[in-house]
């Protein structure tokens, strides 16, 4: 977890106890929590937000490719006929 190990943690753990007490500490972890799951939402909302617009993109493509392709399809079509 982020290059931390036990000894980090339980260090980081006793000084953040020290500093703001054994009453503040469940606050200041539930803010951080929240401000973590705030930014995973954010995140996520940003991913689909991009997977929808690369979706639209590939979805012109083909109706791009469709169209110019079908003037090259119409002439083989012709030209199997005139045979």
């Known amino acids: 977890m982020f290059g931390i190990g036990i000894p980090e943690l339980i260090v980081i753990l006793v ?3 020290l500093i703001f007490g ?3 500490l469940p ?3 539930k803010a951080i929590g929240k401000g973590f799951a705030d930014f995973k939402k ?3 909302d940003i991913k689909g937000s991009i997977e ?3 979706t639209k993109i ?3 493509g083909k ?3 469709s169209e110019a392709a079908a003037p090259a399809k119409e002439a ?4 199997e006929i005139k045979k």
Do not use: Q, S, T
């Not at 083989?76 to 030209?79: R, S």
């Open 76 to 79: 083989v079509e012709d030209k």
């Open 52 to 54: 929808h617009e690369i």
């Open 58 to 60: 590939e979805e012109e």
């Open 22 to 24: 054994p009453n503040k």
């Open 63 to 65: 109706k791009i490719e």
């Open 27 to 29: 606050e200041i972890a």
């Open 42 to 44: 954010a995140a996520d």
């Open 15 to 17: 000084i953040a106890l």
